[in-house]
């Protein structure tokens, strides 16, 4: 007898308490039951859950499913009879070839391992910096406001050259734009000051073009517009990711002492130690992708027009991917996570991530030794269930002065 397939009736986004670096427990038991669940979307549409890494890399290795935004049902939201416009320009991320490819032949050069290599030593200072002004203010801190927060922050802005004096206006509203927890009123209010603050960096480069990523943009054929498009989501991209990866990635080392003390003493592991950082977090939740025929998939069909929802954190789980998928181990070498993506989408900032990520853990625990948390685990507050990328709202910490 065939047993059933999956279903999972509601889309699972809270952690279980206690256990923040954890993906949703039915996500966890979803997967148990295999790399691929039937879902029924808000409106009652039909889709899939894929839970599987595999699984989830055969999708976006496949032109067959679509990135494009009005193609993609939302998972927890319905969206039934709503007109969903197409990506704006420049939203290079929420759409497909050859669309798609035009803009990221022209980032890719922007993004290379050697340009990332040659803003190391900067990174360094900004983040010695952000520590001396840490041990200035002394403990108790709160390590997203003054560590994990804004070294992210200070490199995206010095990479798209945004103005230091307006960096601050920028976080304000960036950071009301992507918490999860903006009233709908103010939610408008904060993304149309995102949008006239990115066009005024804009027009400023026109204006005075200097040494960053939109100024070197100019000469392209990419339109003013196309060029907000851009500038927003490498904004928004390279400052919230970073920010909660430093955010839950220090509090899970400060949660497993012994692989903290690992990586103070052997810092020849601190790339393995990134890699397993961003597996176990796993700051994003779920991405979708929609089907533009019927495509065979894991013994299923898909039909076109279905779309699939991706749960990224739970294939960093998977077991049969990983050993011991639920154990943070710095020095793990079992393959890369899906952190960033996969296919013709992975995430361009991806070498930046890693050098800001490297640069600031192994600062931070070679600065700090004591550093422990200053308030226990369980009142740690974590960003809400509504924000699109996983994260702490606050981080209290101590150490021994």
């Not at 490819?101 to 391992?113: E, I, N």
């Not at 709908?184 to 960096?201: G, L, R």
Request: hydrophobic share 40%; charged share 25%; aromatic share 6%.
């Amino acid at each position: 007898m065939v047993e059933p397939m999956h279903t999972v009736t509601e889309m699972p986004m809270a952690r279980r308490p206690g256990c923040p670096f954890d993906p949703p427990e039915e996500m966890l038991e979803a997967r148990r039951h295999g790399p691929m669940s039937r879902y029924t979307f808000p409106g009652g549409q039909p889709g899939w859950l894929i839970t599987g890494y595999d699984l989830i890399r055969t999708v976006l290795e496949d032109s067959r499913f679509s990135a494009r935004k009005d193609l993609l049902l939302h998972p927890t939201i319905d969206i039934t009879g709503m007109e969903i416009p197409p990506a704006a320009p420049g939203e290079f991320l929420l759409t497909d070839d050859p669309e798609h490819s035009r803009y990221r032949k022209l980032l890719a050069g922007k993004f290379t391992v050697r340009r990332m290599r040659m803003i190391t030593e900067r990174i360094e200072q900004i983040t010695a910096e952000q520590l001396d002004f840490m041990e200035k203010v002394g403990p108790p801190v709160d390590l997203v406001s003054v560590f994990a927060k804004p070294i992210p922050a200070i490199v995206i802005c010095e990479l798209l050259g945004v103005p230091y004096e307006d960096r601050a206006r920028f976080q304000e509203h960036i950071g009301l734009f992507l918490s999860g927890e903006t009233s709908d009123e103010d939610m408008i209010v904060a993304v149309t000051a995102v949008h006239e603050f990115v066009a005024e960096v804009v027009a400023a480069k026109r204006a005075n073009p200097g040494n960053d990523v939109l100024s070197d943009l100019l000469d392209t054929d990419l339109t003013d517009e196309e060029l907000r498009g851009i500038g927003l989501v490498l904004l928004s991209a390279g400052l919230d990711s970073a920010t909660n990866v430093l955010g839950l990635g220090t509090w899970a080392l400060l949660e497993n002492p012994e692989q903290a003390a690992a990586l103070r003493a052997d810092p020849e592991i601190a790339d393995s130690a990134v890699e397993e950082l961003l597996r176990y977090v796993s700051v994003g939740k779920t991405f979708m992708r929609t089907a533009l025929e019927d495509v065979e998939l894991g013994g299923q069909t898909v039909k076109a027009g279905t779309t699939v929802v991706l749960s990224y954190n739970t294939a960093n789980r998977d077991p049969e991917r990983f050993a011991d998928p639920h154990t943070l181990d710095l020095r793990r070498n079992d393959g890369s996570s899906l952190a960033f993506g996969h296919g013709v989408h992975m995430c361009l900032g991806s070498q930046l991530a890693r050098i800001e990520l490297r640069v600031a853990f192994t600062a931070l625990f070679k600065r700090f030794p004591t550093l422990r948390l200053a308030v226990p685990p369980d009142q740690v507050p974590l960003r809400p269930e509504t924000a699109d990328v996983h994260g702490v709202k606050t981080l209290m910490a101590t150490w021994d002065v």
